[in-house]
T-cell receptor
Framework: ETGVTQTPRHLVMGMTNKKSLKCEQH?????MYWYKQSAKKPLELMFV???????ENNSVPSRFSPECPNSSHLFLHLHTLQPEDSALYLC???????????FGQGTRLTVV | GESVGLHLPTLSVQEGDNSIINCAYS??????FIWYKQESGKGPQFIID?????DKRQGQRVTVLLNKTVKHLSLQIAATQPGDSAVYFC??????????FGTGTRLQVFP
């Protein structure tokens, strides 16, 4: 248990659906991240939030919409996804940028 | 762009042997490096880290070596055990404080 909890663990959705991924950390960290992990590719950083403010958006398509209501919670809203968006989505947090990140277990997303 | 890469995608070792996983990085401005272990169905977990002002750091059964001259990082696991089977990632933290991950090396331990 790393202190970073992601729900759901698995999600299957159609291309016309809207769903949300949730991440919660109880470590008192002030930076939170969304990563995408596809087979045989490096972890791709999607979004970074520092003190609830988005500081990084790595050219992520608008069908992915992050939300950070407070420093402990992070959401990733999904709509009209494509099959190639199927992947493991990992949330992480750290005390501040440039230090060790703690990862959640991830949400295995399948788009059909 | 900058990149962090791993020399071997899969490493198979016999239980009890030592394992060495290698990583190359290209950003000379990176000053912090981390090794993560990812078991099947789990997120990456921190193993050990090293700052650029060091060339070696030891943990319990693990050692990280940093060679800044050739921009090379390695993870050594002593007396490899079945529980060490996982994918290992190196990550570098660059001067923008963003972690950059390699593709990962799968370590397989056989009896």
């Amino acid at each position: 248990e790393t202190g970073v909890t992601q729900t759901p663990r698995h999600l299957v959705m159609g291309m016309t659906n809207k769903k949300s991924l949730k991440c919660e950390q109880h470590l008192g960290h002030n930076a939170m991240y969304w990563y995408k992990q596809s087979a045989k590719k490096p972890l791709e950083l999607m979004f970074v939030y520092n003190f609830k403010e988005q500081t990084e958006n790595n050219s992520v398509p608008s069908r992915f919409s992050p939300e950070c209501p407070n420093s402990s919670h992070l959401f990733l809203h999904l709509h009209t996804l494509q099959p190639e968006d199927s992947a493991l989505y990992l949330c992480a947090s750290s005390q501040e940028g440039g230090t060790e990140a703690f990862f959640g277990q991830g949400t295995r997303l399948t788009v059909v | 762009g900058e990149s962090v890469g791993l020399h071997l995608p899969t490493l198979s070792v016999q239980e009890g042997d030592n394992s060495i996983i290698n990583c190359a990085y290209s950003n000379s401005a990176s000053d912090y490096f981390i090794w993560y272990k990812q078991e099947s169905g789990k997120g990456p977990q921190f193993i050990i880290d090293i700052r650029s002002n060091m060339d070696k750091r030891q943990g319990q059964r693990v050692t990280v070596l940093l060679n800044k001259t050739v921009k090379h990082l390695s993870l050594q696991i002593a007396a490899t055990q079945p529980g060490d089977s996982a994918v290992y990632f190196c990550a570098e933290i660059d001067n923008t404080d963003k972690p950059i991950f390699g593709t990962g090396t799968r370590l397989q331990v056989f009896p």
